[in-house]
């Protein structure tokens, strides 16, 4: 029995490990935040939606829909502060409008090295609210939204989904395609880049 434990503690530490490991931080663009770059590699989403922001529909943690809009550039045109990430509103409730993520300390994680030549890549970006003053709790600085890539070569167009609310101020949206911004290579001139959602075709990474 006691063998048993220790090689289960084994499994669960090494995924732990891979897991830990899977992705690092990117390396945000200084001039454009919808971009981040890796080891000789690019991931660009400014062209993932033909306009931003992008309106998605989901429920909340507790009951009723809401609204979400996106825009990686912020500028939401919903929330006030210009560096909105991700606006949320009831649907069928209040009119408040509620900051879900700000853009400026937004965080990218995904494969660093050699993500260009990856099958089914897979990357995130958080986007915390900027911390508000905790003497004052009013329900600001305290939401995150999580987006999750994922290359899906069975998906033509990007998709979208709108996951929900986990814990009343955690929310999650998944974007599934074969061409959503990822890292790619040119198989005919062999140029690095990203493929651009909008075209379909590799865009060099400092074009």
């Excluded at 663009?29 to 529909?57: F, H, M």
Aim: aromatic residues 12%; hydrophobic residues 35%; charged residues 15%.
């Amino acid at each position: 029995m006691l063998q048993v434990y220790i090689i289960l503690s084994y499994i669960l530490i090494n995924t732990f490990q891979i897991n830990l490991c899977s992705a690092s931080l990117l390396l945000v663009d200084r001039k454009n935040p919808c971009r981040a770059y890796g080891n000789a590699s690019v991931y660009d989403i400014t062209n993932l939606v033909k306009e931003w922001p992008i309106t998605l529909q989901g429920p909340g943690f507790s009951a009723g829909e809401y609204n979400y809009w996106w825009s990686c550039a912020g500028k939401t045109q919903y929330c006030e502060d210009i560096d909105t990430a991700v606006c949320q509103q009831r649907i069928d409730g209040s009119p408040v409008r509620f900051n879900a993520g700000n853009v400026s300390p937004q965080l990218w994680f995904g494969l660093f090295n050699g993500a260009a030549f990856q099958t089914n890549l897979t990357w995130d970006i958080m986007y915390p609210n900027l911390q508000s003053d905790p003497k004052l709790i009013d329900g600001t600085g305290i939401r995150v939204t999580v987006v999750h890539f994922i290359v899906d070569p069975n998906i033509e167009k990007p998709l979208f989904t709108m996951n929900g609310e986990n814990k009343y101020t955690e929310y999650s949206i998944t974007v599934r395609g074969k061409c959503i911004g990822q890292p790619a290579v040119n198989q005919t001139t062999f140029v690095q880049g990203y493929c651009d959602p909008q075209t379909g075709q590799v865009v060099p990474a400092h074009q």
